[in-house]
């Protein structure tokens, strides 16, 4: 079943800010990412769970949902499941996501 994947604007800046930066392979795990996420089926989930530490935030951040890009860098998304859309939410450091 595919899903549709909406950007927010804070990810596409972050987007930018990587692209400027020269971190290319930021956003070559980006595109990887958002193409198993957009397809959604049992396959690509144990991908994004392996391969890309995916699991859900707890707390604060409960339906919010991150997966490693590298070492420090995380993307933040969320499902809705009723609508069939990933939502991008953001790129940010653990340190940054604990701030938050």
């Known amino acids: 079943m595919k899903y549709v994947v909406v950007p927010s604007k804070r990810f596409l ?3 930018q800010k990587h692209r400027k930066s020269g971190r290319k392979h930021i ?3 980006v595109a990887e990412v958002i193409e198993l996420l957009s397809v959604h089926d049992d396959r690509s989930l144990y991908v994004l769970g392996t391969r890309w530490k995916d699991h859900a935030l ?3 951040k409960h339906g919010i949902r991150e997966l490693h890009l590298s070492q420090d860098d995380l993307l933040l998304y969320e499902f809705d499941e009723q609508l069939k859309i990933v939502k991008l939410l953001d790129i940010v450091s653990h340190e940054e996501l604990r701030k938050r």
């Open 13 to 15: 800046k972050r987007v």
């Open 27 to 29: 956003l070559r795990a």
């Open 58 to 60: 707890q707390g604060d």
